[in-house]
């Protein structure tokens, strides 16, 4: 990535519970684009090393075969493994594949990959800072972490997942997951300087897509003009 070529990609990067998977998909779908779901690669390795049936230590996850169905679904190897990665006890793990350098190393050179092929929009931790440090278009989500909490718990809730789940527990994982994806040495949860801070506390979905679509069509009507572009989120 040493070039300094901007790539066609929009990087929303943000802990969990900010709604940047959803706002990717949905922004993906506006433009027509191609949505990569970094966060479920993650999530991939980790459920397969914890349910047995990956070993890490002799790089057998160079050889997985990772891609998405129609529905942004995770198929590895082939089969859809959608449900599996999103069980509690994944998120409260992941943390510890995704900061291991080899692991990153690959799934990192797999992302650059596709999105050397076609737009992309990406969302995950990095994707702004060391996946795509020169793509055209990032943004960094947040909210408070009550917000997320209730969030992440209706998603749950929803999938059935949410036995023995609170708020107080959503909380504490969220609190944890943060403070280990921060504190990683390698590709750290950290805010690119060149990237629009979108604070989802009180938006809903819908607004959210459209700020990182308005923002999306400022920065490429300000370069069309030869311009500088606004940094600013509009409102």
């Not at 990153?104 to 800072?129: F, H, M, N, W, Y």
């Not at 809730?157 to 609190?175: F, H, I, M, Y």
């Not at 994806?181 to 938006?203: G, V, Y």
Request: charged fraction near 25%; hydrophobic fraction near 35%.
């Amino acid at each position: 990535m040493a070039s300094d070529k901007k790539t066609d990609v929009i990087a929303i990067d943000g802990p969990s519970g900010t709604g940047k998977s959803t706002t990717a998909k949905m922004v993906a779908k506006e433009l027509g684009w191609t949505y990569l779901d970094t966060g479920a690669m993650y999530r991939a390795v980790a459920y397969l090393v914890e349910s047995g049936e990956l070993r890490i230590e002799n790089g057998e996850y160079s050889q997985l075969n990772m891609a998405f169905d129609n529905n942004n679904q995770i198929l590895i190897n082939g089969v859809n493994r959608e449900s599996e990665i999103r069980e509690p006890k994944i998120s409260a793990v992941v943390s510890k594949y995704s900061a291991m350098p080899n692991i990153r190393e690959t799934l990192t050179a797999q992302q650059r990959e596709i999105g050397s092929k076609q737009p992309c929009v990406l969302d995950g931790r990095d994707i702004g800072t060391v996946v795509f440090p020169n793509a055209k278009h990032k943004f960094f989500l947040t909210a408070d972490y009550k917000t997320r909490a209730a969030r992440r718990l209706l998603e749950l809730q929803n999938a059935g997942k949410a036995d023995g789940e609170t708020l107080e527990s959503v909380e504490k994982n969220l609190r944890e997951r943060d403070e280990a994806d921060s504190k990683r040495n390698i590709a750290p949860l950290i805010r690119a300087k060149d990237a629009i801070e979108i604070d989802t506390s009180h938006l809903t979905i819908q607004q959210q897509v459209q700020r990182v679509l308005q923002s999306v069509g400022e920065v490429a009507r300000c370069n069309s003009l030869n311009t500088t572009p606004r940094l600013q989120c509009p409102i």
